[in-house]
């Protein structure tokens, strides 16, 4: 994975506060309006994403580029399939 300071996105999607599962469907929904190969970042603050969105890259087309954790607050980069 790359260093989070080397993803570059095209989107952000905050969704700190929230709790599963609407961070996986903010994520959905976002990226619904993306094109093939765009990315986004992700902040969440649940601690079940970090499970929640290894899952969801590994069961859709999209890939989890990169994440990161610091104060409480995890950070996804995906890049859509």
């Given amino acids: 994975m790359a260093l ?4 570059d996105f095209h989107r952000d999607l905050d969704v700190r ?7 996986i469907l903010r ?5 619904r309006d993306m094109a093939a190969g765009e990315r986004l970042r ?3 603050t649940d601690p079940h994403s970090v ?3 290894r899952g969801f890259c590994d069961t859709t ?4 580029l990169a994440h990161d954790e610091a104060d409480g607050v995890f950070t996804f ?5």
Avoid: M, Y
Wanted: positive net charge; aromatic residues 6%.
């Fill in 4 to 7: 989070p300071s080397q993803v």
């Fill in 17 to 23: 506060g929230l709790n599963c599962p609407l961070p």
């Fill in 27 to 31: 994520t959905k929904q976002a990226l």
């Fill in 42 to 44: 992700v902040r969440a």
């Fill in 51 to 53: 499970i929640d969105f």
């Fill in 61 to 64: 087309e999209h890939r989890l």
């Fill in 77 to 81: 980069w995906l890049e859509k399939g």
